[in-house]
């Protein structure tokens, strides 16, 4: 086997991608650089989402210090999880976000936006990267900078090694990504697309601020519209994992040469990462009518995550 996708096996899947690679970006047939453009989902795509997107994780801190400091918000949701630990309840809500039901999901918004609301952009970021250096994901014991799924690095590095540009699109906050996405990933925060809490300007302190209210949720049908208003191209390559990735993978397979690839949470061997179908049983349903390609966590990847 080729030094190229390492911790990819033989097989199908490894096969479909380095052929569609070969076809678009070398010989006569390959279409210019500048149309090659790959979009990932960032969320149990290119790491780890479980038992809570790492978003929450980070958040969950900030709202067990505000209930203990306002007793009665403990009384309330999402806070009474924060403080009880309830990670089950957290994880839930954005489950239950996949099958259509927001109620949990627009309280967790609102408690976010609480959070951040007169910020500076600068302010958040430095929390923000404090956080990645000194915590570690809830189950996995180790710190998030080795939860990143090492098959889909190496899958970044081969598509940039032939003249793609990636980007993530996420239905993460954009500004809770960007303090890492280079190091993580390579990819650099202006290649970073996800949701957004609105923005003001302040004149007094010459500071970009938080603002009360939020701006996007992107996910589901939002995401190829902020892909349109990002990048102003429809990309070729799409990698999603969730319901909410349907209609990105959908837009992007219109393209007349693409390929649109689901992550499938199916490893039961104790690997590190949790099977799971929650929140993908439509994607998975659908992928064969709808020409996307499923890689298989469990038998299309030698290994999950680096060692520690």
Known sequence: MSAALASWRDGPVRSA???????V????????EEERVAVFDNDGTLWTEKPMPTQLHFIVEQWAAAAHADPALAEQQPYRAAVTGDYAWLGAAVDQHYEGDDSDLRALIAALVRTTAGLSVQDYQAAVAAFYREATHLTLGRGYSATTYIPMVELLRYLEAHGFACYIVSGGDRDFMRPMT???YGIPPERVIGSAVGLRYDANSNDVRYGPDFDFFDDGPE???RIWTRIGRRPVLAVGNANGDIPMLSFVKKHPRSLSLVVHHDDDTGRGDEPYDRGAETILAEASRRGFTVISVKNDWRRVFAPT
Not at 25 to 32: H, L, N, S, V, Y
């Open 223 to 225: 995401k190829p519209l």
């Open 25 to 32: 970006a070398t010989g006569p047939a390959a279409i210019p």
């Open 17 to 23: 991608i380095m052929d569609f690679v070969a076809a």
């Open 182 to 184: 280079m190091d993580y």
